[in-house]
């Protein structure tokens, strides 16, 4: 089992600055993606940032180059420092991993953090 525990959320005025941080604890050997999604008030979850073991990362068109995701392998921790923020990334940011382990794939989520982006 891997617990996700996500801080750094908060309040910002548009334009503003935040950084998120998911630690990963718990069985983390194969903990392959990191990623961090998020859901407003009425519309589905999505992707906002994927990184791989490997360092690879790819974002959503609507966060590029305003957000970056990084991550501390060693540590099982992934960041998202979000820049230039905009009311529209108001939203629950949730943290997610997979772990690759038997040939199988688990998922985790964390239980989420609110941003909120005052225009």
């Known amino acids: 089992q891997v617990q996700l525990v996500e801080s750094g959320g908060g309040m910002v005025q548009a334009g503003g600055s935040l950084t998120l941080a998911c630690a990963a604890s718990g069985s983390t050997f194969g903990i392959n993606h990191m990623a961090w999604y998020r859901q407003a008030p009425g519309l589905q979850r999505e992707l906002v940032a994927e990184c791989d073991e490997d360092g690879r990362v790819r974002y959503a068109g609507s966060v590029q180059d305003r957000f970056t995701i990084s991550r501390d392998n060693a540590k099982f921790i992934v960041y998202l420092q979000m820049n230039s923020l905009k009311p529209e990334d108001t939203a629950v940011y949730s943290c997610?991993?997979?772990?690759?382990?038997?040939?199988?794939?688990?998922?985790?989520w964390g239980q989420g953090t609110q941003v909120t982006v005052s225009s």
């Open positions: 997610f991993a997979d772990q690759l382990i038997d040939k199988g794939t688990t998922t985790y």
